[in-house]
C-alpha cells in the first residue's frame, strides 16, 4: 500500500471520527442572543423558530448535587430531539429547598443548582426562559410575598396587593436584581451576560381577581418591564401571561373561555419594553366536558386568534408557552395525546409558515425517570413512548427546516 494511499485512507477515517464526535458533541449554538426584529426572532441576523418545553423543576432538583443527573439526562435528551428552548423557574420563595428564604437572603446551595442548570443548558445547546415569580402558591408565589410583608408589619389585604403595594414591589425588584446580576459559579459568567438565557418572565401566568380590566397588571408590568430593562438590555422580555383578552379589544373577549383574570392580552403586550407575546392553553381545563374534537377546534381558534392579533395589531412575536393533554383526563389514552400534540404542532408550523410571528411553542413538561412524584399529568419523559417523541422531534425538524429555508428576515 503506497504512502499517498494510506495518507488518503487516514484522512477519510480522521474526518469519519471527526463527524462522528460532532454529531455527539453539541456545536456552540448558544453563541448570539437571541433578538426581535419586527415580528419575529433573529440568530446572529438569521430567522429563529423553534420547537421547546417546559421543565420547571430543574433549579429545584439541582439544588442537590447527588439528583443533577436528571436535569442533565432530560437536556440531553431533549436537545437530541431537537427541542432548543426550555422555560423553567428562577423562583423558589419560601418552603422546601427554598431559593429565597425570606426578602433578600438567598441560599447559595439553591443558587448554585440554578448554575449548573444553565451550564447544562448550555452544554446541550438549549437556550432558557427564566421566570422571576409565581402567580400560583406553588414554590412561594406572590402568596409568600404577601406573607413576608405581613410579617413586616404591613397590612395586606390579599396576594393582589403584589402589583400595587410598595413593600412587594420592592421586594419583587430585589429578587430580579439578584437574579439578573448574579455571577455564575460554574461558567463564570454573569447571567445578564450570558446569552443561554434567552428570556425573562416577569411571572408564571399573572392573574388579578381585584381588577378584571387588565388595567392594574397593565401598570405593573410596565413599571416591573422597564426595571427589567434597566439592569439588562441584551436579552428579550416577556410577561409570562395566558392569552386572556381584557377591557381594550371588548369583541375580542368572547374568545377567552367564557371568563376573565384580570389581564389583557392586546394591552399588556403593547408596552414596548416586552419584546414578545406568549399564550398559554389546557384545553382539558378551560373547555373541559367537551370532546377531543371539540377542544381542538377551539385550540386552534384561540392560537389562530392570538397569533393574527400578534401579526397586526402588537407586530411582535408569539409563543405557545404552555400546552399539554393530562393523564387524568376522563378516556385519555396515549393516542388522544399523540393526535392532540400533532394537531397542536400542525397548526403551529402551518402559522409559522406565515412571515414568522408564529415563532414556537413550549409543550408542559418533560421530566426525567424515576421522577413521578413531580407528574401534574402532563409529564412526558423522552424515549418512554416512542410515538410521542418522534412527534416532538418531527416537530423540531419541521421548524429548524423552515427557518433554515430563509436566508433573510422572514418579514
Known amino acids: 500500500m503506497s504512502y499517498t494511499t494510506t495518507s488518503c485512507i487516514s484522512g477519510l477515517l480522521l474526518l469519519f471520527l471527526a463527524v462522528i464526535c460532532e454529531a455527539r458533541v453539541p456545536r456552540n449554538v448558544n453563541a448570539g442572543f437571541i433578538a426581535v426584529k419586527g415580528a419575529h426572532f433573529e440568530l446572529n441576523g438569521l430567522p429563529f423558530l423553534f420547537n421547546g418545553f417546559n421543565s420547571y423543576w430543574l433549579m429545584?432538583?439541582?439544588a442537590e448535587p447527588s439528583e443533577r443527573y436528571k436535569v442533565t439526562e432530560v437536556l440531553k435528551d431533549a436537545s437530541a430531539a431537537g427541542l432548543s428552548v426550555c422555560r423553567t423557574w428562577a423562583f423558589s420563595d419560601g418552603g422546601d429547598r427554598a431559593l429565597?428564604?425570606?426578602p433578600g437572603v438567598y441560599d447559595e446551595r439553591v443558587f448554585q443548582g440554578l448554575d449548573f442548570v444553565i451550564s447544562e443548558a448550555k452544554k446541550y445547546g438549549v437556550r432558557l426562559i427564566l421566570s422571576f415569580v409565581n402567580n400560583w402558591n406553588d414554590?412561594?408565589?406572590k402568596a409568600q410575598y404577601a406573607q413576608w410583608a405581613r410579617n413586616a408589619g404591613a397590612q395586606i389585604n390579599g396576594d393582589d396587593d403584589f402589583y400595587t403595594h410598595p413593600m412587594l414591589?420592592?421586594?419583587y425588584k430585589n429578587h430580579i436584581k439578584n437574579i439578573v446580576t448574579r455571577f455564575?459559579?460554574?461558567?463564570?459568567?454573569?447571567?445578564?451576560?450570558?446569552?443561554?438565557i434567552m428570556a425573562w418572565?416577569?411571572?408564571?401566568?399573572?392573574?388579578d381577581q381585584a381588577d378584571y380590566s387588565g388595567k392594574t397588571i397593565n401598570a405593573w408590568v410596565q413599571e416591573m418591564a422597564s426595571f427589567v430593562k434597566s439592569l439588562d438590555n441584551k436579552h428579550l422580555l416577556e410577561?409570562?401571561?395566558?392569552?386572556f383578552y381584557g377591557d381594550s379589544v371588548p369583541e375580542r373577549k368572547q374568545v377567552n373561555p367564557s371568563y376573565q383574570v384580570g389581564t389583557d392580552f392586546i394591552s399588556n403586550h403593547l408596552i414596548n419594553e416586552i419584546d414578545f407575546a406568549t399564550i398559554h392553553a389546557y384545553t382539558d381545563q378551560w373547555v373541559s366536558g367537551q370532546n377531543d374534537e371539540a377542544q381542538l377546534a377551539w385550540m386552534q381558534r384561540?392560537?389562530?386568534?392570538h397569533w393574527e392579533d400578534a401579526r397586526t395589531i402588537l407586530k411582535k412575536p408569539l409563543v405557545l408557552s404552555e400546552f399539554g393533554k393530562s393523564s387524568r383526563d376522563q378516556g385519555y389514552n396515549l393516542s388522544s395525546r399523540d393526535t392532540f400534540m400533532s394537531s397542536v404542532y400542525r397548526n403551529i408550523y402551518n402559522l409559522a409558515k406565515e412571515g414568522g410571528t408564529m415563532a414556537g411553542s413550549l409543550v408542559w413538561q418533560l421530566m426525567a425517570q424515576g421522577m413521578e412524584n413531580y407528574d401534574d399529568g402532563y409529564c412526558i419523559v423522552l424515549g418512554q413512548n416512542p410515538s410521542t417523541t418522534g412527534i416532538i422531534s418531527g416537530q423540531s425538524h419541521a421548524m429548524t427546516t423552515l427557518a433554515n429555508l430563509v436566508q433573510s428576515p422572514l418579514e
Not at 184 to 196: E, G, L, M, Q
Not at 201 to 207: A, K, T, Y
Request: no cysteine.
Open 184 to 196: 455564575n459559579t460554574i461558567t463564570r459568567v454573569a447571567y445578564k451576560d450570558d446569552p443561554t
Open 169 to 171: 414591589k420592592s421586594y
Open 201 to 207: 418572565e416577569l411571572i408564571n401566568e399573572p392573574r
Open 302 to 305: 384561540w392560537v389562530t386568534s
Open 139 to 141: 414554590f412561594g408565589g
Open 239 to 243: 410577561v409570562g401571561m395566558e392569552g
Open 60 to 62: 429545584h432538583v439541582a
Open 100 to 102: 429565597q428564604i425570606s
